[in-house]
């Protein structure tokens, strides 16, 4: 929530930051289910996850305000 909430004055309205919260959820699962200990052998689970969110975010955001 904190990350997106980074995003929220730049938004356009309330629905876009609603959807940005469904889309942490979403990043969030999905860096759980690919979390690799032995692959990510220098980064914690939930720095892993945390960079994750952040980077589809990123993502998310740049599409929302392209519409």
Same mark, same amino acid.
């Given at each position: 929530?904190? +990350? @997106?909430? #980074?995003?929220?004055? !730049?938004? /356009?309205?309330?629905? *876009?930051?609603? $959807? +940005?919260?469904?889309?942490? $959820?979403?990043?969030?699962? !999905? @860096?759980? #289910? $690919?979390? $690799?200990?032995?692959?990510? #052998?220098?980064?914690?689970?939930?720095?892993? &996850?945390?960079?994750? %969110? #952040?980077? /589809?975010?990123?993502? &998310?955001?740049?599409? %929302? *305000? !392209? /519409?």
């Amino acid at each position: 929530y904190k +990350l @997106a909430q #980074k995003y929220r004055s !730049q938004l /356009h309205t309330k629905e *876009n930051f609603e $959807d +940005l919260i469904q889309e942490a $959820d979403i990043a969030i699962f !999905q @860096a759980l #289910k $690919d979390y $690799d200990p032995a692959r990510e #052998k220098c980064s914690s689970e939930s720095t892993y &996850v945390y960079n994750r %969110i #952040k980077w /589809h975010l990123g993502r &998310v955001f740049l599409k %929302i *305000n !392209q /519409h």
